[in-house]
């Protein structure tokens, strides 16, 4: 059963860089993906970024393209996202999620059956 944990949310100033981790543990087989999505309080879970582990393609949400970016350290079975220019309406609760599916692009919180329990980003002006 995969298993996946988040690491790395923190509070910082407008403009300032994060970067957040997803340990994953049991993901056998290397067609799956992985994405992460945000949550603001009283919004709706929005995706962020997604990717598959075999370095396929990378898909970012047009609210963070050029600033956040997606990538797998494969050897360790973690996920990372690199947050750049943070501005304060990125604060949210951060998510990782996976599915055992091949996704070709940002696909809807629906679609993927695993998911952490988050990471706090908080972006102050």
């Known amino acids: 059963q995969v298993q996946l944990v988040e690491s790395g949310g923190d509070s910082v100033q407008a403009g300032g860089s994060l970067r957040l981790s997803c340990a994953a543990s049991g993901i056998v087989t290397s067609e799956e993906s992985m994405a992460w999505f945000r949550q603001a309080p009283g919004k709706e879970r929005e995706g962020v970024a997604a990717s598959a582990p075999t370095g396929r393609g990378t898909y970012y949400a047009d609210s963070v393209q050029g600033r956040f970016a997606v990538f797998h350290d494969n050897a360790k079975n973690i996920m990372y996202l690199q947050l750049n220019s943070l501005k304060p309406e990125d604060t949210a609760m951060y998510y990782c999620?996976?599915?055992?599916?091949?996704?070709?692009?940002?696909?809807?919180?629906?679609?993927?059956?695993?998911w952490g329990q988050g990471t706090q980003v908080t972006v102050s002006s």
């Open positions: 999620a996976y599915s055992a599916l091949y996704l070709a692009g940002l696909a809807s919180a629906t679609t993927y059956g695993t």
